[in-house]
């Protein structure tokens, strides 16, 4: 999961990087300001923001604007010192998902993340069923015909990322930014991510499950059921 951390205390953001990362296999990245950004959420396509408001060069509202404008799969919180009804009404009414009010315990973040995550995705769900596999996102488990295959964290999180698109075509490159976030920009080649790939099909296909991931040639994968 590939998370953007919009906040100027630096503190503050290093250590909600370092408690989400210890939790779950989540790539944070940092933008200390407006500007930083507005430039991150252009090149990324991230599945959660968490932004502060008040920023030293623009007003972090801007940014949750913008980015539900665009894609509206990104889940927003909300982290601020502005506690006033108003402000969590211009929030919440602009898009954000939630709002927090500093200071939080980080392990009410985390609750918050995947709970918004799991309403924009999943309906609420926390199970999913497609075709013969279960997957459980909160536990980050899955099943296939009731056997649970030996998945690692970059496998468990590519299915998820295939299924949360499903019957979409999902190119290399965004499952190798996915995973490694700011980073993946440091590896030349995505041979890495059809290593993953082809490792994942093979452990569902073991246990009796249809290949459901397809190869789109020369582009990435697609997940269809049917
Ligand atoms: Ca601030």
Do not use: W
């Amino acid at each position: 999961m590939l998370i953007l951390i919009v906040e100027d205390e630096k503190e503050l953001a290093l250590s909600i990087r370092d408690y989400l990362k210890g939790i779950q296999d989540i790539t944070c990245d940092l933008a200390p300001n407006f500007s930083k950004a507005v430039e991150l959420t252009e090149l990324y396509s991230y599945d959660c923001l968490i932004v502060d408001l008040g920023l030293p060069d623009g007003d972090g509202l801007e940014i949750i604007k913008k980015v539900k404008t665009e894609d509206a799969q990104t889940g927003i919180i909300i982290i601020s010192a502005r506690d006033t009804l108003d402000d969590r009404l211009k929030g919440l009414n602009i898009g954000a998902d939630d709002y927090l009010t500093k200071p939080f315990h980080l392990s009410e973040l985390q609750a918050r993340i995947a709970s918004v995550l799991r309403r924009i995705r999943f309906d609420g769900k926390s199970i999913l069923k497609e075709g013969v596999l279960e997957v459980d996102t909160v536990q980050r488990k899955i099943k296939v015909n009731g056997k649970e295959p030996d998945l690692t964290k970059s496998e468990f999180n590519i299915l998820e990322y295939l299924i949360t698109n499903k019957n979409k075509v999902v190119t290399k490159a965004s499952i190798a930014e996915h995973i490694l976030g700011e980073y993946s920009d440091m590896y030349s080649s995505y041979d890495f991510v059809y290593t993953h790939i082809k490792n994942l099909r093979k452990k569902l296909v073991e246990l009796g499950c249809p290949d459901y991931i397809k190869t789109v040639y020369g582009t990435g994968y697609i997940f269809e059921t049917a």
